[in-house]
């Protein structure tokens, strides 16, 4: 069996490979009467779009979306949405080793012992170019939740944090690292030049917001929100953690350190903190719901490392091709785009229990 599909209510299917002639998702369970074009989701793929700057793969893509279906005269049917994005500038002549030999950290091995074949060009479906279907599908899921501001921004890089102090959400589409903190992506800008340089990569760790969230969303107990978070997120190829809210931190804290708070408000509580990121017992609190999401390095590196063949031989490999110095970079959009699509579903989820 497999598993291509994520969502409960409001699901989408990804479909396609890195060096295929097209990827795509369909989406469905859309609510019908939504405006929708393609100029409402080509914004979102252009901020994942490769090739903007050096500090990303020079893969040159234009990501250019089309709605198939689910739509007539600029609104959703309620039918099942397909959303095609061509492949304009493969180059599978630059995986002629990984067909032969695997790379460490990637997916190669695990693709061939599952299934007995592969397809090499590009890692096919454990590419991070899948996720342009999920930013595709993410922009048709902001649409059912308007209420709701999404935002990520990098944190972190290489073990380089922004200071909190310097936050300035306004700086985060003014620099190719998406940081909030314009002294740190000065000091990122060395560190991913560094590392691209020497043929190595660098993780990442992204932060995500989500304001607006009313109380109520999430179903217990296999549907919680939090839970539903954590899958979507580690779904998203090279991420290898989160947190919601203080997340590990949380585990250093006191019951009493640890508690938000409340007094009494207008419109239900005050919180005092947010620890628990929004989310309590699997339900959103009403609070910013927040979490932090962990990406790798970019397995594909031009520094030899040991591998073995597809004989079990021992072997040694670089991968040549135009890699990400840091795949953390382009995963703001792709942690926004998953985080919309989960939303979506508990609202959709809490409206068919619980009504409006």
Request: aromatic share 8%.
């Amino acid at each position: 069996m497999s598993f291509n599909t994520f969502g409960r209510v409001f699901r989408f299917t990804s479909w396609g490979e890195s060096h295929g002639p097209a990827l795509g998702a369909v989406v469905d369970g859309c609510p019908p009467g939504l405006a929708l074009s393609e100029a409402d989701i080509q914004p979102f793929l252009d901020k994942r779009r490769p090739g903007q700057s050096r500090f990303t793969t020079q893969r040159q893509e234009p990501d250019q979306v089309r709605i198939l279906s689910g739509v007539f005269e600029g609104r959703t049917t309620g039918t099942p949405i397909s959303l095609m994005i061509e492949n304009v500038d493969q180059r599978s002549k630059d995986y002629s080793e990984v067909a032969r030999a695997y790379r460490p950290g990637h997916a190669d091995y695990a693709y061939d012992a599952k299934y007995g074949f592969r397809d090499y060009r590009g890692g096919g479906r454990s590419s991070a170019r899948e996720t342009a279907a999920r930013v595709a599908a993410g922009a048709v899921a902001r649409l059912a939740i308007p209420e709701v501001s999404i935002l990520a921004w990098v944190s972190e890089i290489g073990g380089d944090a922004v200071d909190p102090a310097r936050f300035d959400p306004r700086e985060i589409d003014r620099n190719p690292f998406f940081c909030p903190d314009p002294q740190a992506a000065i000091r990122w800008e060395k560190l991913v030049d560094d590392a691209r340089k020497s043929g190595s990569s660098l993780g990442a760790v992204i932060e995500c917001e989500c304001s607006g969230v009313p109380a109520g969303w999430g179903a217990p107990l296999y549907a919680k929100l939090d839970s539903e978070l954590a899958a979507a997120m580690m779904s998203i190829n090279a991420v290898k953690g989160i947190e919601i809210g203080d997340g590990f931190a949380a585990a250093r804290l006191t019951g009493e350190q640890n508690a938000d708070p409340m007094r009494p408000g207008n419109d239900g509580p005050t919180f005092l903190a947010n620890h628990a990121g929004g989310i309590a017992g699997g339900i959103s609190t009403g609070q910013p719901v927040r979490l932090r999401v962990a990406f790798k390095p970019t397995s594909s590196i031009l520094t030899p490392v040991e591998t073995i063949d597809r004989d079990g031989a021992a072997a040694e490999i670089r991968t040549k091709g135009r890699h990400d110095p840091c795949v953390g970079i382009r995963g703001v959009p792709v942690v926004e785009a998953m985080a919309a699509l989960v939303l979506a579903d508990q609202k959709l989820l809490h409206r068919a229990q619980c009504g409006s």
